[in-house]
């Protein structure tokens, strides 16, 4: 079992920045992918971020130029730094990691932006 716990999430205003973090703990083996997602009320949960190993790093046009994702392999964090927030980016945000054939998901922080 991998437990990933997020932190950093809030209150900002538009045009602000937060960064989220993710640490994964557990039996974590052969992580395949690192990422984001984020889910708004009464819509479906969808893709923020997307960091794959030994691949590339994958964004919507919807964040894309704006949200950065980073991964430190050594301890098995993950980052969002997320600048030029609109208050569309409002939502909860969840932490994903694949690790050998499966999926993990965190328990999810609110992100709030305010116009």
């Known amino acids: 079992q991998v437990q990933l716990v997020e932190s950093g999430g809030g209150l900002v205003q538009a045009g602000g920045s937060l960064r989220l973090s993710c640490a994964a703990s557990?039996?974590?083996?052969?992580?395949?992918?690192m990422g984001w997602y984020r889910q708004a009320p009464g819509k479906q949960r969808e893709l923020v971020a997307i960091?794959?190993?030994?691949?590339?790093?994958n964004y919507p046009d919807s964040v894309r130029g704006r949200f950065t994702i980073s991964r430190d392999n050594d301890k098995n964090t993950m980052t969002l730094q997320m600048n030029s927030l609109k208050p569309e980016d409002t939502a909860v945000y969840f932490c994903y990691v694949v690790s050998g054939v499966r999926q993990y998901w965190g328990q999810g922080t609110q992100v709030t932006v305010s116009s």
């Open positions: 557990g039996s974590i083996f052969s992580i395949k992918a």
């Open positions: 960091n794959i190993s030994g691949g590339g790093t």
